[in-house]
């Protein structure tokens, strides 16, 4: 009986499938295919000299230079906290691991914006620390320290989620195989554990530095908007768009939208790579 009813699920008139096929079709092409084509039309309206002028500011290579910068320590950072705690998650079961996992996945529910003001509460010149930091010469609000924390703290999650699934499925018989045959626990972990997980590490990388280097609410709140400083390339877009300047705007957008692009074709190769 279940299988006559699985069977009726599966074949439904060819019509019906061509309906959902065709509005999913016409879905995507409306709000995914048409914006980015929008987006590059635009940027390359006025010719390839005009877009290719639009990165000669020294404010737009500023703002990319520092979106550069602020992926460059976020992510690494976040690859190595990732993999700690998605094998003490996936690994071990210990009291508050449940917390733990809550915690992790904190950003996921937090808006950036609150985040940023959160920052701001912490280390701003008002805040908790912000006395003692101004004391000591150190500037967290409105200076490229606050950026990459608060892009830390977006990306958090986007690793350890990656690899936790990966962990838990592979259980520990084969790590305490190698630990039984005298390997140390740090060629276990490089020669078993690690290359276990290089699929699902990668794709959490890959997500994880798109979306630091798309973040916009954490990073506008902690910025101060200082041009040329402070201004990442999606708070610069916002600049250039609100001065009218739209070719340069829409240029620094093609950039986002190339890597939101790649980011895409990287993870259907990591997902394919991993299937095999």
């Known amino acids: 009986m279940v299988d006559a009813i699985a069977g009726r699920a599966i074949s439904e008139p060819s019509a019906v499938r061509a309906l959902l096929i065709g509005l999913a079709v016409a ?27 639009s990165f000669s500011d020294p404010d737009t290579l500023a703002a990319i230079r520092l979106t550069i910068v602020a992926a460059g320590i976020s992510v690494p950072l976040n690859v190595a906290f990732g993999l700690c705690a998605a094998w003490l998650l996936g690994k071990f079961d210990f009291f508050g691991r449940s917390v733990l996992i809550t915690l992790i996945d904190l950003p996921f529910s937090v808006s950036p914006v ?55 499925a592979q259980g520990n018989e084969e790590e305490e195989a190698a630990l039984t045959l005298g390997a140390s626990g740090w060629n276990t972990f490089t020669r078993v554990t690690l290359p276990n997980v290089r699929w699902a590490l990668l794709y959490g990388v890959i997500l994880c530095n798109a979306r630091a280097m798309g973040e916009f609410g954490a990073v506008s709140v902690v910025s101060g908007h200082i041009r040329g400083l402070t201004d990442t390339m999606p708070l610069q877009i916002e600049i250039l768009y609100n001065d009218y300047q739209f ?30």
């Open 114 to 168: 609150v985040a940023g003001l959160a920052y701001v509460l912490v280390f701003g010149m008002q805040g908790v620390l912000g006395p003692w930091l101004a004391a000591h010469g150190i500037r967290v609000i409105f200076a490229v320290t606050g950026i990459v924390l608060v892009t830390i703290f977006v990306t958090f999650p986007f690793v350890v989620r990656e690899l936790l699934p990966t962990m838990e």
């Open 27 to 53: 879905f995507a092409a409306v709000f995914l295919v048409l914006p980015l084509a929008a987006v590059f039309a635009v940027a390359f309206g006025s010719g390839l000299g005009a877009y290719l002028r």
């Open 247 to 276: 070719v340069p705007a829409f240029a620094v957008a093609t950039l986002l939208a190339a890597l939101a692009l790649t980011t895409l074709a990287a993870k259907s190769v990591v997902e394919w790579r991993s299937n095999r």
